[in-house]
């Protein structure tokens, strides 16, 4: 089946320690989206990719850095995590941007824990 | 400010009853309106988008009903099941611009 695929489901990393979170997609969709979402609220867009345009939103922290080396892979940085950084990250896809009436396809996330 | 208010902000019914979730939103210039189901756990799965001309979609016991005059929208789940036990969030498009997310309701529905 065509999907979204995030790995890892959980990830456990300390205080300032870089890590990546992975997202691949087998729907070949255009564009690729990074949420945050934390305990009981609405996923946050941080950024996406149109394409190979990056988009990022202007109240996501520097310390936020994604890649999207080819249309199925996109990658989620986070270079020195917080202890605010803990969430959930959802990766989607969707056939058209935001603007477009085209669903978005999520992933089951990756749960960040900060020690 | 683009808003997406939902309600109520959580529900438990018992298995087999109906229940309505409401989304009011002030987003302008409206687009469309989505309604995604998430389990615990899981991530999003979309369940219906309506645009401007649309005023109900269905899917399975799933119906979703917008007035873009009054700027709301409802989801109605017909016989609950077990497995309907998620949060429904509503998300609001603007046009040639930006998706704006509800804080969901969470429904829990008992046996």
């Known amino acids: 089946d065509a999907m979204v695929i995030q790995n890892p489901r959980y990830q456990v990393t300390q205080f300032g320690k870089p890590v990546t979170l992975s997202c691949s997609q087998t729907?070949?969709?255009?564009?690729m989206y990074w949420y945050q979402q934390k305990s009981s609220q609405a996923p946050k867009l941080l950024f996406h990719?149109?394409?190979?345009?990056?988009?990022n939103e202007a109240d996501t922290p520097d310390n936020f850095q994604s890649r999207r080396p080819n249309t199925s892979f996109c990658f989620l940085d986070i270079r020195s995590p917080g202890l605010g950084d803990a969430a959930m990250y959802l990766c989607?896809?969707?056939?058209?941007?935001?603007?477009?009436?085209?669903?978005?396809?999520f992933g089951d996330g990756t749960r960040l824990s900060i020690l | 400010k683009n808003q997406v208010e939902q309600s109520p902000q959580s529900l438990i019914i018992l298995e087999g009853k109906n229940c309505t979730l409401q989304?009011?939103?002030?987003?302008?210039?409206?687009?469309?309106l989505r309604w995604y189901k998430q389990d615990t756990g899981r991530g999003p799965v979309s369940l219906t988008i309506m645009t401007f001309s649309e005023n109900t979609k269905s899917n399975g016991r799933y119906t979703a009903t917008l007035d873009a005059d009054t700027k709301q929208s409802s989801l109605h789940i017909t016989a609950s099941q077990l497995s309907d036990s998620a949060s429904y969030i509503c998300v609001v498009g603007e046009y040639g611009n930006k998706l704006v997310f509800g804080a969901g309701t969470i429904l829990r529905v008992k046996s």
């Open positions: 990719y149109y394409d190979k345009d990056f988009n």
């Open positions: 989607a896809t969707s056939r058209g941007g935001q603007a477009s009436n085209q669903p978005q396809h």
């Open positions: 989304c009011n939103y002030t987003v302008s210039p409206f687009s469309n």
């Open positions: 729907l070949n969709h255009n564009v």
